[in-house]
Structure formats: C-alpha cells, structure tokens
C-alpha cells in the first residue's frame, strides 16, 4: 500500500479524499521541511503533497528514488524542480485554479485599503491618534489598475476591478484576450507609468526573478501603490524599501517575500517590518477555507488516479494521459527516454513472454516517453526486470 506524507497544513479534505480512496498510510506534518529534512521525512513515501514553502530540488529528488508523485496543494510549482521530476519519472500536480478568487478579492481589498491609507490611519488610530483627514486618500474608480501577468489570477482581479469602476491595463508576456474593457500595455514601462496601483501576478522563478527593481519603481507615479501576491523574487526588496522610505511611491501590499519563515516559530524578518504605509501579510492569498478545501480534495483526486491507475491527466511536468481505469487484469505503468524503438521493443518484449496487450496509452512530452500498458494476466517478474533494464527506461512498474 503507499505511503503518502502531506506537509504544510494541507486541507483536511485532502486526507478525507485519500482514505476514502483507500489510502490508508497517511502521514501528515504541519509545517514545510527543509530540504536536509525531506529525505527521513519522505523515507518510504511514494508520494508527497506540499504547498509553496517545501522546495524539491534535484538534489533531494536523487535521495528520493521510491517518490512517483509530488501534488503541490497550491497554484504555482516553482518551488519543485519541474524538469528533474520529469527525468527521474515524477509527475508534479497542482490546483490550477482553486485559488484564484480568494487572491482576487485580497488584491482588490488591498487596493481600496491603500489607496485610502488605511494602513496608516489603523497604526495611528492605534497609537491613539485621531487623523481625521481626506488628504491623500482617493477613491478607487476611475484609477488605473496595472496587471503584471495576465493569467488566471490577473484576468479575475481586472474582472472584480472593473466592478468598482476602475479602469485596468495588463502587461503579459503572451498575447490574452482581454476581458471586459481590459487594455494591453505595449510595454511594461507603459504600464507602470500609466497605473494607479499595480499588481503583480507573475509566476515564479528565473524568468520574473528581481522583474521589479529601482529603474523600474521609478517609472511609476509618486501616488502610486504597488501590490505583490505573486512570488517574493519578483520584486527587488531593498529597491523597494528604498523608494517606500523615499516616499517615490505611495504604498505597498506584500503576501509575499523573498525569504519567509518555514513555520509560525520562525521569526519573519523584512527591512519592510514597521513601515505605516505599507500591509505586510504571511502568504495569505490563496488562504481561504473555501480555497483550500477545493485545492485538498483536487489535488488528492489527482494523486488518487495516478497511483491507482497511472493516468496524468493535468500534472505540469509530464505527458499527459487523459484518465481510463484499468482496462483488465494489470496494468504497467513504463516511464522512458522519448527516443525511437522504445515502444516497439517494449511490445516485443511483452509478446515474447506471451502476453496480449488489451489496451495501451502511450503520450510524450520533450525528452520523456510515457505509457501504460494494459495486459489481461498477471505479470512475470521476470518480464517486469527485463523492461526495467531496456536502456531508455526511466521507471517501470505494476500500478
Ligand atoms: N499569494 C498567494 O497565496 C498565491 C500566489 N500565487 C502566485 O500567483 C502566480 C500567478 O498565478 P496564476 O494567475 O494562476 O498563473 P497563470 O499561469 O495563469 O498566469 C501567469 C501569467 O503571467 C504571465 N507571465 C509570465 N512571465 C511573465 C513576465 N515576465 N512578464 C509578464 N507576464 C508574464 C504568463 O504569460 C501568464 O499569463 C502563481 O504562479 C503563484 O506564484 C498563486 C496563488 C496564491
Ligand atoms: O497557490 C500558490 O501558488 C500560493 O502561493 C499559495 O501557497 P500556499 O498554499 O498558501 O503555501
């Protein structure tokens, strides 16, 4: 039976799913790990299930070799090693959407909050103060509102955006199809010139690493205000602070941060800490319970029919097969390099040890072959070792 480990907090609904799957080796731990951690913690575990603070390198995943599948209760999937989970055979799932609204609405509640001060006003009205004054405070319609990345999340904050009557450009690196009365920016320094609040919605990792720095803080308007849920690399920390302090900008909204504690002991440290126009909040965005009782039960369906029937349908790092239950009596699950005759000796094999092969799926995706294989008798061990050791094979197994 498999084990499988689930980190971070993950949604009750996600284990409920599993058992009533028939999993029963659940193991389930509150915070992320450390990568030096994963390899006692994932010992044994054939799949593991985290949100966006585990970081699965390669290095770990060579110390992981009996891992099929990582689920990411989240959106994004940087923080996995997508291409060397594909090499070693891993398929990496996620929740595509589950999320979206609950960052929406927060980034549209942000942008009211700042554009009003309120961030300022809470502190003072804290510290007793009463400072009751219009000064500086605007409504949000009629403001421009800046999207960077116009995906999924983006193009639902331009939606909610427009209900309160503000006008919205986007900057994306692909060309999308506006929504609404959504209007692209030629430029990403159009689009910050041109915005009263700007809001980033990028994935992670190199390609967005340090997007937003001084030269392009200082393209925006002193009024504005810059909103950040996406991933704390994409905005330069230190130029930030720097033009916040300065006052070259009016304010900023933070879900997320360059380095952020591994669990609530550890102590959140920003140079941004105590700064009264600014909202600082620990990776909240998609922190709803509407939000991650959907992700739970969506990303354990996912792991469910990979490790019950192989079947990939939406993981992010591999070739997809659409899901179909088991079509007779076993099913070989066979992960290989994407190079000519693999196929073809693989079903020699198989009828050389007198099997009829009932039904077979077989996907690529880059450099990595996948197909399963469905026989209507049991499988010779024998057979098993002789397609593990063809040459281009990755991983091969009973599921
Ligand atoms: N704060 C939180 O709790 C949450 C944060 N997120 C983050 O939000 C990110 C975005 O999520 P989705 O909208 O669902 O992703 P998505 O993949 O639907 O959209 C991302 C968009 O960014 C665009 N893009 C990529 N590189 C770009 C660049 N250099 N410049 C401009 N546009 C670029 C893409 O073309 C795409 O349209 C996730 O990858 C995740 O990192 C997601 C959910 C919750
Ligand atoms: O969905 C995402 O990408 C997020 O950033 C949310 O991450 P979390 O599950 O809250 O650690």
């Given at each position: 039976m498999s084990r499988i480990v689930l980190l971070e907090k993950i949604h009750r609904s996600a284990a409920d799913h599993l058992k009533a799957a028939g999993f029963t080796d659940i193991v389930q731990l509150p915070t992320a790990l450390k990568p030096e951690e994963l390899p006692a913690a994932l010992d044994g575990a054939d799949a593991v299930g985290i949100r966006s603070a585990t970081q699965i390198r390669a290095a770990s995943l060579e110390k992981l070799s009996r891992l099929k599948a990582i689920g990411c209760f989240c959106i994004g999937t940087n923080q996995v090693d997508l291409t060397a989970a594909a090499a070693k055979g891993v398929p990496v799932f996620n929740a595509p959407f589950s999320n979206t609204r609950s960052v929406a609405e927060l980034v549209i509640a942000q942008a009211i909050l700042l554009l009003r001060r309120i961030p300022e006003k809470n502190m003072r009205t804290h510290r007793g103060q009463w400072d009751k004054s219009a000064a500086g405070a605007y409504e949000v319609r009629n403001k421009t509102l800046g999207i960077i990345g116009y995906g999924n999340i983006g193009a639902q904050v331009g939606i909610l955006a427009e209900a309160v009557g503000m006008r919205v450009n986007y900057y994306d690196v692909e060309s999308k199809l506006p929504l609404g009365n959504a209007r692209p920016a030629a430029s990403l320094d159009e689009l910050l010139a041109s915005a009263d609040v700007v809001t980033l919605h990028v994935p992670g990792g190199s390609s967005t690493e340090n997007m937003i720095t001084a030269p392009r803080?200082?393209?925006?308007?002193?009024?504005?205000?810059?909103?950040?849920?996406?991933?704390?690399?994409?905005?330069?920390?230190?130029?930030?602070?720097?033009?916040?302090?300065?006052?070259?900008?009016?304010?900023?909204?933070?879900?997320?941060?360059?380095?952020?504690?591994?669990?609530?002991?550890?102590?959140?440290?920003?140079?941004?800490?105590?700064?009264?126009?600014?909202?600082?909040?620990?990776?909240?965005?998609?922190?709803?319970?509407?939000?991650?009782?959907?992700?739970?039960?969506?990303?354990?369906?996912?792991?469910?029919?990979?490790?019950k029937a192989g079947t990939t349908r939406w993981a992010v790092n591999f070739p997809e097969i659409r899901h179909v239950e088991k079509e007779a009596q076993s099913r070989v699950l066979n992960v290989h390099r994407n190079e000519p005759g693999v196929i073809a000796r693989m079903n020699a094999d198989f009828a050389q040890a007198g099997l009829n092969i009932v039904a077979q799926h077989l996907q690529t995706k880059g450099a990595i072959g996948y197909v399963l294989t469905d026989v209507d008798a049991p499988i010779p061990p024998a057979l098993l070792q002789k397609l593990r050791a063809e040459p281009a094979t990755i991983r091969c197994e009973l599921v």
């Open positions: 803080l200082a393209v925006m308007k002193p009024s504005a205000v810059l909103i950040n849920a996406s991933r704390g690399g994409v905005v330069d920390i230190d130029a930030l602070d720097a033009a916040l302090r300065e006052k070259r900008i009016a304010g900023a909204a933070l879900d997320v941060f360059p380095k952020e504690p591994n669990n609530d002991k550890e102590e959140f440290i920003s140079p941004l800490r105590g700064l009264d126009n600014v909202i600082l909040t620990p990776h909240i965005g998609g922190s709803t319970e509407e939000a991650q009782e959907n992700i739970g039960r969506e990303v354990a369906e996912k792991l469910v029919r990979f490790l």
